[in-house]
């Protein structure tokens, strides 16, 4: 094993990527199973899951389904359970699942604000007590990987309920990061730009989009493929051994434009 291959070595790991079957995170599952992981895509519909498992096998990794349901109590308990019956351990958690709304804020109902803060920071947070117990029960040096956003660092108009939600996922990797170091248990933060995502395509109409365009120096969007490399490097114990509660950006610049 040559030195790149050995401070990258994911070979032998397991990880979870809630939301694994959305499209932001079906490509780092992806690349985490050509990197030697076995990765479980967790989600609510299988039907979701069966090309991105194909095009894993199809690469020689290994992965299968998980079902969940974030609004039911016990699913990410259960969740757990599946997984440590099926491969034995979990070593990599990547929490990936998330709802936005283009909804005035004046306009938010309670139910609507429940559920974006639900889904994208409560079940967050659960996932984290579950495995994070389960980690420091069984000593394991483990990766969480939180998915954040750009508008969790500066809000944006339109998605008002979605920016606060992520901008609590933030605080909490910061928080579970000093929290759980002496552990050996990393949490980070991975902030995408603009992506294809599906969430995305509710509130990008073209005028949304030039204006993207015109404050993102790279003057596109991002490649799912391209948040690959910094998962890869937040999940590896090696080349990612001292990195803990940062906010990787991967956004072409984006956050690095003023006027």
Not at 221 to 249: H, Q, R, Y
């Amino acid at each position: 094993m040559n030195y790149l291959n050995s401070l990258f070595d994911l070979k032998g790991k397991v990880a979870v990527v809630i939301g694994g079957t959305g499209e932001l995170c079906g490509h780092m599952a992806a690349g985490l199973a050509k990197a030697g992981v076995e990765v479980v895509l967790a989600g609510r519909d299988a039907s979701k899951a069966e090309d991105k498992l194909k095009a894993i096998t199809d690469a020689g990794g290994k992965g299968y389904f998980a079902a969940i349901d974030l609004n039911e109590e016990g699913s990410l308990k259960s969740l757990l359970a599946t997984v440590i019956e099926k491969s034995g351990k979990v070593d990599i958690l990547i929490n990936g699942a998330g709802v936005n709304s283009p909804t005035p804020f004046l306009e938010i109902s309670d139910e609507e604000m429940h559920n974006i803060f639900n889904v994208n920071f409560g079940a967050t947070a659960q996932a984290c007590q579950i495995f994070g117990e389960y980690f420091i029960e069984e000593g394991i040096s483990a990766s969480i990987i939180n998915l954040g956003s750009i508008s969790g660092l500066n809000p944006l108009s339109r998605v008002f309920t979605y920016s606060a939600s992520k901008a609590a996922v933030h605080n909490l990797s910061k928080n579970l990061a000093r929290e759980w170091a002496d552990q050996d248990i990393r949490v980070n933060t991975l902030v995408p730009g603009f992506f294809p995502a599906e969430q995305n395509r509710k509130v990008l109409d073209e005028s949304r989009v030039l204006e993207i365009l015109r404050n993102t120096p790279m003057s596109r969007f991002g490649n799912p493929d391209e948040l690959i490399g910094a998962v890869l490097l937040l999940a590896s114990a090696k080349a990612g051994s001292f990195i803990t509660g940062t906010e990787m950006i991967v956004d072409g610049g984006f956050n690095a434009m003023s006027i």
